[in-house]
C-alpha cells in the first residue's frame, strides 16, 4: 500500500512538473521578433524586410528562456550591409533586435570589371556591377592599393590602404558627405624616395589635386592640415592647382599650394 501512495505521488509530481513546464512554454515562447532599424537608403530598407522575415522564421516559436542570443546574431552574419548593435531578450515573448545600415564610401575596379563596395570604416561589404552609392552618387573611387582583407573583420590588412581610410575619414568627419568633394585616392610610386617611395593622390571634385608623399606617415594628421587649406580656398581656387604634402626631416609635415598642374607621374 505504502509502495502504491509512492507511485501516485511520482505520479503527480511528474504529471505537476510537465504542466508547469507546459505552462511556461506557454508564457515564455517568442511571438515577436522586434527590429529597430534606421536605414539610410532605400536599399537598406528593401533588405530590413528579408531580416525580419528570415528572423521570424527561426526564432518565433522557440523558447525565450533557452533562445541563445548567439543563434541570433550569427543568423545576421550573411547580412553584410547591417551593423549588429544589440540583441537582447524582452521577457516573456520577445526578441529586440537593433541594426544599423553601414554607410557605402569607396569602391576600387576589380580586374572581373565589377567594383568591390567598402564602408566608412574600410570594411568590404559586397561587389556591384557599376559605382554606385545606396544612398545616390557614386562611392570614392580606391586606386593601386593592395585590397587584401582580414577574414574575420573584412577590414584592410595593407598599411597604405588603411591610411587612405584614415584620411578620408577626417573630411567624412568634418564636411557634411565627403563623397561630395572627394572624387578618387591612388596610390603612386614616386622617383623621389627621399620624399617617400609612394604618394597617394587625392583627386577632388572641383579640379583640385593633392599629392600626399609617404601617406602611411600621419594620416589624419594630414588630412587635417589638407582640409583647413582647402576650405580656406575660394571656389574658384578649388577649380585648378595642387597641393604637396611632403614630411620634413624634423619629422613633421608641410602643406604647399601651387597655382599649375601637378607632375603627371604613375
Do not use: W
Amino acid at each position: 500500500m505504502k509502495k502504491k501512495a509512492l507511485f501516485m505521488t511520482a505520479v503527480a509530481l511528474i504529471l505537476l512538473c510537465a504542466v508547469v513546464a507546459a505552462a511556461l512554454n506557454a508564457v515564455f515562447t517568442v511571438t515577436d521578433v522586434l527590429v529597430n532599424y534606421a536605414p539610410v537608403s532605400q536599399e537598406g530598407i528593401e533588405d530590413s524586410y528579408s531580416v525580419q522575415e528570415m528572423l521570424d522564421e527561426k526564432f518565433i516559436g522557440k523558447s525565450t528562456t533557452f533562445l541563445d542570443l548567439e543563434d541570433v546574431r550569427e543568423s545576421l552574419a550573411g547580412y553584410s550591409s547591417f551593423v549588429v548593435k544589440e540583441v537582447k531578450k524582452v521577457f516573456p515573448r520577445t526578441v529586440s533586435v537593433t541594426l544599423a545600415e553601414r554607410r557605402e564610401a569607396f569602391a576600387y575596379l576589380k580586374d572581373d570589371g565589377t567594383y568591390a563596395v567598402l564602408d566608412e570604416n574600410g570594411r568590404y561589404l559586397y561587389d556591384k556591377d557599376e559605382n554606385a552609392n545606396r544612398r545616390t552618387g557614386e562611392n570614392i573611387l580606391l586606386e593601386n592599393f593592395d585590397f587584401t582583407f582580414s577574414e574575420t573583420d573584412k577590414l584592410p590588412t595593407d598599411g597604405y590602404l588603411k591610411a587612405a581610410i584614415a584620411f578620408a575619414g577626417v573630411f567624412m568627419d568634418r564636411l557634411e558627405d565627403a563623397r561630395a568633394n572627394v572624387v578618387s585616392l591612388s596610390l603612386r610610386k614616386t622617383d623621389n624616395e627621399i620624399a617617400g617611395a609612394y604618394l597617394m593622390r587625392v583627386k577632388m571634385r572641383e579640379g583640385l589635386v593633392i599629392d600626399v608623399f609617404a601617406p602611411e606617415n600621419f594620416a589624419a594628421e594630414k588630412a587635417e592640415k589638407v582640409l583647413e587649406k582647402y576650405l580656406s580656398l575660394t571656389d574658384e581656387q578649388r577649380l585648378y592647382g595642387f597641393f604637396d604634402v611632403v614630411d620634413r626631416v624634423d619629422g613633421g609635415f608641410s602643406v604647399s599650394a601651387h597655382r599649375s598642374e601637378p607632375p603627371t607621374g604613375e
